[in-house]
Nanobody
Framework: QVLLVESGGGLVQAGGSLRLSCAAS?????????MAWFREAPGKEREFVAS????????YYADSVQGRFTVSRDNAKNTVYLQMNSLKVEDTAVYFC????????????????????WGQGTQVTVSA
């Protein structure tokens, strides 16, 4: 069993910044797991945002957030972060944390089917 708890969402003006956190726990959690962020906007499918491999050395981003978002992790705290800068109205969504063992071939563009463990989500709203 893996428990993921997100925090840090909120309301921010366009151009602003937010930092999301996701703390992992549970007997089944491994620090070797890839931890990722997805988001789901109203009326749209859940989409990949960013991920960090177990070592934290490698990170992958969706084209829509490349250069604006940064994913990092602190394995001592079993926590992954998503620093979001230069936020846009279109970044408005519920952001979800996910964790699991992801094959190398799937790292650059994982889908929701690649992860079995999910957090409850945190709302990010960007106003114009």
């Amino acid at each position: 069993q893996v428990l993921l708890v997100e925090s840090g969402g909120g309301l921010v003006q366009a151009g602003g910044s937010l930092r999301l956190s996701c703390a992992a726990s549970g007997r089944s959690f491994s620090r070797s797991y890839t931890m990722a962020w997805f988001r789901e906007a109203p009326g749209k499918e859940r989409e990949f945002v960013a991920s960090s491999t177990g070592s934290g050395v490698s990170a992958y981003y969706a084209d829509s957030v490349q250069g604006r978002f940064t994913v990092s992790r602190d394995n001592a705290k079993n926590t992954v972060y998503l620093q979001m800068n230069s936020l846009k109205v279109e970044d408005t969504a519920v952001y979800f944390c996910a964790a699991g063992p992801i094959p190398f071939s799937r790292l650059k563009s994982p889908t929701v089917l690649d992860f079995a463990s999910w957090g409850q989500g945190t709302q990010v709203t960007v106003s114009a």
